[in-house]
DNA sequence: TCCTTGACTCAGA
DNA sequence: CTCTGAGCCAAGG
């Protein structure tokens, strides 16, 4: 199985990815990578673990973040939706068709036309 | 208390 | 382009 570890205070790190996620644009996706290097790495966590794991802390940050989140906007680096149990990835993919956002014939994204990076937004 | 279960990414072949 | 392996924690039943 995959490795995994958490952040030292995750809900300090969740509230974090899930204001990057709040500032996606419409019919515009992000992947877990690109939030995780918008958000410096939590004291106590040298870069390359951070690097290593950044993108899993989002993915657990999304499992439970706020019904009014955008969280259908972040998707893997591949441009694909992660596998999950549960109805998540077929709600969306339906939200994401909704946006305008195409998925080719091996249900990937063209992230150079739809990939939005956190890191070039200005915010307050 | 032990065992299961978790929205990932990158380099190398 | 596709496929493999490495990275190695914590909460709940």
């Known amino acids: 199985m995959t490795p995994f570890v958490s952040p030292p205070d995750p809900p300090a790190y969740h509230a974090r ?6 500032r996606i644009p419409e019919g515009r996706v992000c992947t877990y990578g690109a939030i995780a290097a918008a958000i410096p ?34 998707v893997n680096a591949q441009g694909g939706i992660s596998p999950r149990r549960g109805e998540g990835p077929i709600r ?4 994401l068709q909704a946006e305008g956002v195409l998925f080719d014939e ?19």
């Open 17 to 22: 990815v899930w204001e990057v996620v709040a």
């Open 41 to 74: 790495a939590p004291p106590g966590v040298d870069d390359s673990t951070y690097r290593a794991f950044g993108p899993r802390w989002v993915g657990s940050a999304l499992a439970r973040c706020p019904e009014d989140l955008p969280w259908h906007r972040v």
């Open 92 to 95: 969306q993919r339906e939200r």
């Open 106 to 124: 091996r249900d990937r994204i063209d992230l150079s036309r739809f990939e939005w990076d956190p890191g070039k937004e200005a915010h307050a």
